[in-house]
């Protein structure tokens, strides 16, 4: 395999739209749920390969609000796989200086899980090397709902500055690059708002066969982009 060279330019933000775990254990004759745990060995590879390369946040789509359609069998299993993911993985991230977040509505989640969140959440709060965002329960149109109703609930005036900072992911930046695995080439309700200019990128690979050669060659085609924010490609090159 050719090696990819690390890219001089590195995303300041990453989100990622982890597809395919499914469709890679059918392909293989076994139970959806193991895709979902061959799934988190792709993220726990993602997650250090992010925070080797610089990358300062890094937000994944774990569980959207229109997943709890799903099979009530594969809803209960992602959430034992993210407990004891929880309970494995916390404190070697906080060894790495990385700062966990929990975003999304928690309205209908077990008091358990919730707990699990405020943990993590807590414990790695004082990292300073990468922030972590985990979106679970999440969509964007809740996030936009809710950030208008704090900002109407504070009287303050309904501006697009205003919600903004009301967002569930105003800690952060807006995302760089946006990457999709699985071949799907659509946002699925994911940071509707933030994504607004965020480089896209759909990849063919099923989440779990995504790794780092993968990711790299991701953020040299994001390299390849010019981001223009409205601007012409004249005025972007005398900056």
């Not at 414990?123 to 969509?139: H, K, L, S, V």
């Amino acid at each position: 395999m050719t090696k990819i060279a690390t890219p001089e330019r590195i995303p300041q933000h990453i989100a990622v739209v982890m597809d395919g775990n499914g469709r890679w254990a059918k392909k293989r004759f076994l139970p959806r749920l193991a895709g979902h745990k061959q799934g988190l060995e792709s993220l726990r590879a993602c997650i250090s390969s992010c925070h080797g390369l610089g990358v300062q946040a890094l937000t994944v789509f774990a569980f959207s609000s229109e997943n709890w359609n799903r099979p009530e069998e594969e809803v209960s299993g992602i959430i034992e796989i993210m407990m004891l993911a929880l309970g494995r993985e916390v404190a070697n991230l906080k060894k790495k200086g990385v700062r966990m977040h929990f975003i999304g509505e928690r309205k209908g989640l077990s008091e358990r899980l919730c707990r699990s969140f405020d943990k993590a959440t807590l414990e790695t709060a004082g990292g300073d090397q990468m922030d972590f965002n985990i979106c679970f329960n999440y969509g964007g149109r809740w996030d936009m709902a809710q950030a208008a109703a704090k900002v109407a609930a504070s009287g303050a005036e309904l501006s697009p500055e205003n919600i903004d900072r009301a967002l569930a992911l105003a800690h952060v930046s807006d995302p760089d690059l946006l990457i999709r695995t699985g071949g799907e080439q659509r946002l699925s309700n994911f940071l509707l708002w933030q994504a607004a200019y965020s480089e896209l990128y759909f990849s063919d690979k099923l989440w779990p066969d995504f790794d780092e050669p993968a990711l790299l060659e991701a953020i040299a085609d994001f390299n390849r982009r010019e981001r223009r924010f409205g601007k012409t490609s004249e005025q972007v090159k005398k900056t």
